[in-house]
């Protein structure tokens, strides 16, 4: 049986392991086999290692890590259509049921009965990946790989923006890290007028700016409402986008929304939220909460804009590690000095 | 000058007088003067007269309370051009600046500088009323005089629940007070199937079911998320209309939405409310905040559904008084034991 | 190897033969075998019976006849996922490829390569039809086996209507067949108001009515669009659907309706057909062309509405003849005195 | 009585006369002096100086001409409620009667009884213009009076382009005028992948290059549609904007657009239009009739992409000329060898 290496979470405990595992080789009939290319670290991956609270009650090692990737099919089920061998992919993590209510009337992202990949699944963070078809989006081959390989974060900023209409649109994103960066990036190319980042941490801040905010605002240094109120002569945003998880951006944000604008929630938050209910009520404002990407419109789009240059991810890729170096990255993370860590597994 | 009858929050404290003043004379350029023919007692009415903590903050006695209301045009200002002497109306009881943002933009149900008829100015409890011309909708006569006087919260009702889609749609409608129960006719007569209402006074619960619901739960005898799911197969419904102002209502309705669901809020609460906004996100939810009526788009529509029968409101007007009559609707809004009451003021 | 009965188009020319032919057996693994209980005639059935130009051009003999029907689930393939056997069914005519830019961005209703049941397969005028897996739905069991056998029709109305706004709005509809008729009871149960019908034979005329169309004009013995202004106080309807395939019906509809307004078009035209280009401009009409049903959002709006009564199809579903009576059926539609005319083959 | 210069239609056949006349004193309640900045000529004044078919019917000579413009408010009525002495303001053309079903319910750029500004009216090539209040939106002073003076037909690009959802989404364009080159500009703003112009003329060619489309095709010297394809991977677009008014770039747009996708049709035709409704129905593309711009979405919409520059207008502008140089301006919009011409009228 050929091996593979792969980064292995392989027991419970801070840590992961770069070991050599055997190429998964028995498909499924619509099971597809990928060669990966790159791969990127998210936030969850790093939580996995450093098994935080939410690993500790959802991963069960064994299990190889990562779902951000790009790579080549290589091997292919007995039933499967929507690829080829040699095909150029990228895919996405949720894994619907497609058999649910959601999944049979266009609304696979939010399947009822989903699966994770790196999850409830071996990951990305090896020479091989077994995928159902389902989840693969053939990706332009003109696309950079390590652009590629954050389609899927690059995704979450498209679908959470682009509820809204945008184009000549006052925008507030906080929480810059590099969804909430790759949102700055989607909404000046979809015409936004103006672009405002709010975010804390140093590193962040400088990326807002290099990906093009048209202002950034540190809360801890400035009044953010006030400051968004002054920009927009005192109307408040159109559009806000909380991508922070943090409680106090989303009470700021929504103070700072104009009257009858939206808001898109993609942030993940530490427990329950006290909200004023009345103000959403009276300001007559729109709250999504977001979910992954629309399966297959938000890749599309994510494609054209890649393949057309409407976004360029380069001050948001900030490091391109060897697969050996995956520690490195995890360390760049903690550290908070890095915007998104790509992975190259194989050339 | 002339006199007129009118219902008159005359001093702090509890209570009001039926008292004679001058009739209004003097017209703005765009004022309008209109003979009130019916009038309704909103809950907000009822707060005035107990003074409860919202109207001591708001209200500014002396001033003519009621502001649900249908008249005739009886004298014009010198520069009106939306109505004519003679016009049977209905009036919008936000008065938008018609110059801010919001205004200006289509969406002066949300203006930044809003004034209420009736909170703001003198009220429809009484002979006459003046108006900007602004707020007025020409109303069909065919329509009856008692329901053409409880537009303004029918077209709560029709705001609240259109901003979803509805036909063959399950909902779910939490609070069945006179706009609870106008927003099950609303949804039943736009086709949502099923129409789930939830209550747990008696005569609501009674009322719910005259006005059509297709299930009645009484939340307080039944676990109202396990029945909502029983009864769509397990899915939960698409569209969850929120009316009650209880933060529970508000959390049970929100677990008992489907994924990718819509939720509109109309209800206003007392303070914050704690809220699990990860639920929101994972079940990607569309959360509407809902304030007044579309000028006057949500008016057309309800001039439509009245003239034309989709709706019948004879099961929430429950009581037409004679005004004299006036502190007996106080009484039984109260007791809790009505639906609309709707005050003769003229032929 | 077993037989079944089957209305088979044996060759070239008008007319078709009730015959005996092989069960089909073979199943490939996303194939389905349905045991058909009822089914229903299409005009395009009647085309292909009377072998029309456009079934001479599309139709390759021997094949069954029959696409609208609804059965039972008797046997799967190897790797079927979204049904068992004993699952009641109903079934999408369009049989999307589900690999295309449509099919895999939520809009399999106009996939590219698109193949239809009963033109390039056999057909469900047979004890037994074989159909891939992706075109099934289930059915409530509740709804009558008779209101089943027309969903697919019914989906074209819904899809056609609901693309507008239809709660308060006012409708015209050009063309009274089983289509338009079911369009005349999706938007009343929908609160249109009011729903206008357009038709000139006497047999759909009465059928319009019965179904509870609010106005029914005959445009040989009215002018259509000065009725429609009439009614509509001279500012003409907010929605227009075309079921006609009539280039006079569009050219008066599109008159008929108000500036701003929507114009869905389901007919199919003989031809190319001059259009006022210029009035849809200036009107700023928005028009949809319509095709099929949306998979499968609108077959679950279809189901709801059939289930909670919100339509009643018993004007509609005009005759309901045994297997053994089929010509009985292509009669009646020669001589346009039916609805819908459903054919029992089982129990 | 003061005099001005205005270039006045004076009377019937070609041609128009730079002449003074006297400055309108006399401002109903609602009226606005404005002195003129910049005028910028549209190609409806080109036809009202050429005396063609269309200016023959429509005008009543003497009037000043002139639509296009940016000025400041010089003197108000007595109730004028919108704008103060001083401000910088632009102009909507449609004067809408604000009291139709359209403009009460949102729609006041399809008034049922619009009258049009430098048509219906004094125009704008003068000194002062009176206009109602209604009419005007006050621009932010930082955006250039060049640009300022073109966003009525900058509005008619943005409200022809954002009526589809253009991110991500391939676009194209057919005729590029000022008009389509701006909409080269707006959706290139707006993140479209890959925008791609439709143009026979060569100057025109030369500007839709300028201004950034990422394809420009000459029907004339390739096969448009088969030319979409091959950019769209066999796709076509998913968005049309049909700007020629030229029968036969509607058909071939209409052919490359993709099954699902939407066109916006601003073009003005010569008489009807032979059109394949089939295709329209089979692809089930929207079409959607543009006119005008929102009031005043698009304005607001316009104001914010100009000021944060995410259109730059320099490439459209091709000439700026002194008042007394009008009829230059004249010659080169005859001649075709210009983009936008704006007059300057005032410092």
Request: proline share 5%.
């Amino acid at each position: 049986m050929e091996k593979m290496r792969a980064i292995l979470k392989e027991k419970p405990g801070r840590g992961a392991l770069l070991v050599e595992i055997p190429i998964p080789t028995e498909l499924a009939p619509r099971e597809v086999l990928v060669k990966v290319k790159r791969a990127s670290i998210c936030g969850s991956d790093l939580h996995i290692y450093q098994w935080n609270e939410w690993a500790r009650e959802r991963i069960k090692p064994p299990q190889v890590m990562g779902h951000e990737f790009t790579g080549e099919v290589v091997a292919v089920g007995s039933d499967v259509q929507l690829v080829e061998i040699g095909d150029v992919v990228v895919a996405e993590t949720h894994i619907p049921c497609m058999k649910c209510y959601q999944c049979r009337t266009g609304k696979m992202h939010v399947c009822k009965d989903m699966k994770i990949l790196g999850v409830d699944t071996d990951g990305a963070f090896a020479d091989y990946i077994k995928v159902p078809e389902s989840v693969l989006w053939k990706v332009d081959p003109s696309i950079p790989a390590e652009f590629a390989s954050v389609m899927e974060p690059l995704g979450n900023a498209i679908h959470t923006a682009t509820v809204a209409k945008l184009t000549g649109k006052s925008v507030l994103i906080t929480g810059i890290g590099p969804i909430g960066a790759m949102a700055v990036a989607v909404t000046k190319a979809a015409g936004s007028a103006p672009v405002i980042a709010a975010e804390i941490k140093p590193y962040r801040i400088e990326m807002a700016r290099r990906i093009g905010a048209d202002y950034v605002i540190n809360p801890l240094e400035e009044d953010l409402v006030e400051r968004v109120l002054e920009i927009t002569n005192g109307n408040g945003v159109d559009v806000f986008l909380e991508m922070s998880g943090n409680p106090s951006a989303l009470h700021q944000g929504i103070e700072a929304t104009t009257n009858g604008g939206t808001v898109s929630v993609l942030g993940v938050y530490n427990g329950k939220v006290e909200l004023d209910i009345n103000t959403i009520v009276f300001k007559a404002l729109t709250v999504y909460g977001i979910t992954g990407r629309e399966m297959f419109k938000t890749w599309h789009v994510a494609t054209q804009m890649l393949k057309y240059k409407q976004v360029d991810l380069s001050a948001v890729v900030t490091h391109v590690l060897d697969m050996e170096e995956w520690e490195k990255g995890m360390e760049l993370m903690e550290r908070g000095v890095c915007g998104k860590v790509v992975l190259k597994i194989n050339d």
